[in-house]
Structures are given as C-alpha cells and as structure tokens.
C-alpha cells in the first residue's frame, strides 16, 4: 500500500517537472540571471509603455510574455481579468510568423490553447503558417483571445473592436497606431510597444520619448546587449566589432538617429532627472524667464548647493496668457515652494534683454509689466549662444546640474534639442533652453551660511575688537 503511494507521488512530481521545463513562461526570468529592465517593463502600472531596443537585447520576448500574461489572468503585477481581447501587430505577415507569432507560441503552452484560426498554412504546424486568432483558456475559467494583425493589411483593418491591449511589434505607421489607441479606449486597455529605433526620428520619438503632450501614461526604457544577461560577452564584442557607430547606436542601444545629433549628447535621463525633494531655504538661487505671448513662456526656479551643484527644482510653462495672468501663476508656485522674496515682497528673476522692447505688449514692455505685477526682472542676461550651450554641456557632463520630475517640459526639449546646418541648433521647442542658459551663464555658487553665535559668543568677539581698538590707537 505504502508502494503504491510513493510511486504515485513519483509519477506525479516527474509530471509536474515535465510540465515545468515544457512551460517555459513559468521560467522566464525567474533563474539566477535575471533580465531587471524587462521585469521593470512588467512592472511598469503605465498604459502606454514602450522597449526601445536592439537586436538580441531581449525587447521581444517583454511583448511576448506581456500579451500572454495578460490573456492567460496570471499576470505577476497586475490586476487579472477573465475574457481578454488582445492584438498583436507586426508590419507585415511574414514579420508576424518569424518574429512575434513564434514568440507568443514559444511561451505558450500547448494545453492552454483552445482553438486556433489560420489565415494561411495548418493548425499541425502552427510555425509555418500565419494564424488569424488564437483562442486561450483563462485561469478565470473563460477564454480570452490574442488576435494577429499587420500593417500591410491598411487602417481599416484596425477598426471597430474594443480590446484589452495592443502589442505592437516594431514601429507601426502613425495612423495605424492612433486607431489602436481608440480601439482600447473603451475598455481602458494597454497600448504597448517594442522597437528598434531604424526609421529616425519619427511620431514615437516625438510622442513617446519626446513625451511632447506630456501624457501621464507614457513609459518607456531603452535596452541594449549588455542589459540581456544571456548574451556572453565574447558575442557582444563580436557583434560590437562588426558595426559602425550608427549601426550601434540603433542595433545596440536602440536610440534614435537622425542626420544631425543631439546638442545636449552628455544628458543622462537616469543621472540628471531626479526626484523632488524639499530644497533648503539657503539653496534658493534666482528664476529665470523666456517671455512668450503666442509661444510658451517658459520660466523655472533654480538652486544651489554648498558645492556649487545646480537643482531645477520648479517649472511654470504655459501659452496663451498675459504677463499678469503669468506673473500670478509664478507667484503662485512660488508660495507653493516656498520661495524667497525681497524686502519689498517681490520675487527677482532673470529675464531675456527682449522683454525690453515695448513692442511686445503695447504701451508698456514685459519687463515692465512684470515689476508692476510683483516680479521684479533683471534683463541684463549673457546670450551668447555658443558659450551658454558649453557653459550647460560642462555642467551635464561633470554632474552639477539636476532636474526635479516635474520639470516635464524642460526634460522634453533638452532631450530634442539637436543640431541643424552648419553647427546651429534648430530653433524649435528651446524657450525652456533659452532661460536656462541665462541663468547658467551667471556662474551661480553658493557657500555655507555663517554658524549660528549665541549672545556671549558675540559679546566676546565685541570685547576683543575693543581692546584690539584700544591697543591700537591708545
């Protein structure tokens, strides 16, 4: 009797090891060597989430595990529904059988699978062929479905389903991406994306990294071969050897390319974009302003510490308004972070010289209405553009320079900010650029604050200079 139960238990643990090594999603990266940039893509609570990455650096596999995660309920880091409806978008057919089809059934496990429908090829041999759905069973009980889609197929092909999420993988064409984002409206569904940047800088670039309408719900990380812990290092510098810096830059890192650089090339998102933090009273340095009436106004309160570090620590950015109107706001986020002001109760900041000229807002000139609405500004600023742009570049590339999160759309225009003809920055989206010049071109430092002395220390100190007075002059 005894016998027989042992060998039962045998059979069933040898069953569940079998199982375990055939399901492999069971062992995604749960081993000692462990992926951290694709957990932190799971992990990730955004609806919009993107991996910018290249090739072999792990990218593809997060889509995979992501859309199946999802569908089966058993997602590690989510809340799990029963019936989920999904896409999975490539750029044509043939990309979905080699690329992300044979991903999705390489993770999937054969018992989980209900029904398939084939657009091309046979169900007993789901590789070779393009499927058209695939029907899962969810841990719920019900049964979700991953659908495959190609852009080849055109925009009406995307229309008319609400869906739980949207994979795509690779770059899609820009209206094929907007009518997913409405196909997952209703259910307040994920949109999220896996890439290798080789098209330049396209709406992605723009909308994603850019984060240019500052969407709460965007996400992204970009992964490059070192990241992928299964890659020996004698591959990569086989791979490394082979390419050229370009190639590198999108087939390794997955950054961006155009024909002209970034001007900014030293800013590290990781290094120099920080949390908020309550900026002591003595740090308080000056605000600076790039006045604007039909273009943003752009205006940002910075501080320095006792070593001469720099912290962007507030931003007012708006369009549209008059000085008062931007005068108020200003104050406003000043009281909220509680900023010094002079003896006469006005703020001081830094202004560009053309604020002078009365042109610009009728009788009186900007600099003018922004003292008679409590902000007193100094226009005589540095703008020279080269020397300013050095001045910031030495501050990146030693670490003394540091934005607050909140500072969303000075962190957007530094990371676009690139070179046009000639060795001139293209002059678009730099109003927050501009003004953080001017105040990097006043050399801010700061130094510790005198240590506190009670009365007796300075009565002391008194009586020396007398008797020194006295010693003196008789």
């Known amino acids: 009797m005894e016998e027989n139960i042992l060998s039962k238990i045998k059979k069933i643990e040898r069953e569940q090891n079998r199982r375990y090594k055939n399901n492999l999603i069971l062992r995604y990266n749960t081993g000692k060597k462990k992926h951290k940039k694709q957990l932190a893509f799971h992990k990730c609570k955004k609806k919009n989430r993107w991996v910018f990455g290249g090739n072999r650096s792990g990218k593809t596999e997060c889509g995979a595990v992501e859309s199946i995660y999802m569908a089966r309920g058993i997602h590690p880091y989510r809340k799990n529904k029963d019936n989920v409806f999904g896409w999975v978008v490539s750029l044509s057919q043939q990309v979905q059988r080699d690329v992300a089809q044979e991903k999705i059934l390489k993770y999937l496990n054969p018992d989980w699978i209900v029904e398939v429908t084939m657009l091309s090829g046979k169900k007993d041999n789901l590789q070779s062929g393009v499927i ?12 979700s479905t991953i659908g495959f889609k190609s852009c080849d197929q055109g925009r009406e092909k995307f229309q008319g389903t609400s869906l739980d999420f949207v994979w795509f993988d690779e770059e899609p064409p820009k209206e094929i991406y907007d009518e997913c984002r409405m196909r997952v409206l209703d259910k307040r569904g994920d949109i999220f994306g896996t ?12 909308e ?6 500052n969407q709460s719900s965007v996400w992204y990380e970009f992964i490059e071969w070192a990241d992928n812990p299964y890659l020996s290092k004698s591959e990569i510098k086989m791979l490394t050897q082979s390419m050229s810096e370009s190639e590198l830059n999108s087939r390794r890192y997955g950054l961006f390319q155009s024909d002209t650089g970034p001007v900014y090339w030293e800013f590290d998102e990781n290094v120099h974009v920080i949390e908020p933090f309550s900026v002591p009273f003595d740090w308080q340095d000056n605000i600076s302003i790039d006045p604007g009436l039909k273009n943003p106004l752009s205006c940002h309160f910075y501080a320095v510490d006792y070593d001469g570090n720099v912290y962007v620590v507030a931003e007012h950015y708006e369009r549209g308004l008059s000085v008062e109107e931007h005068a108020d706001k200003i104050k406003l986020l000043a009281d909220k972070i509680g900023w010094r002001r002079g003896r006469d109760g006005r703020l001081s900041a830094l202004i560009d010289s053309a604020a002078n000229q009365k042109t610009l807002a ?4 900007v600099s003018e209405l922004f003292y008679d609405n409590g902000i007193n500004v100094n226009s005589n600023v540095d703008k020279d553009l080269f020397t300013g742009i050095n001045r910031v570049k030495s501050y990146l590339k030693n670490n003394r320079l540091y934005i607050f999160k909140n500072c969303v759309n000075l962190v957007r225009e530094i990371k676009g900010y690139r070179w046009g003809k000639e060795d001139v920055p293209v002059k678009k989206d730099d109003h927050s650029l501009d003004e953080l010049r001017y105040y990097i071109m006043t050399k801010p430092k700061n130094v510790a604050p005198m240590p506190y002395k009670n009365e007796v220390v300075r009565n002391k100190e008194k009586l020396i200079r007398r008797i020194k007075v006295k010693n003196k002059y008789g």
């Open 208 to 213: 994603i990294y850019l984060n240019k309408y």
């Open 362 to 365: 009728g009788v009186k000139s």
């Open 195 to 206: 890439m290798t940047p080789l098209k330049g800088l396209t709406f992605i670039y723009e």
């Open 132 to 143: 058209d759905q695939i029907k899962i069973k969810n841990v719920f009980g019900g049964t």
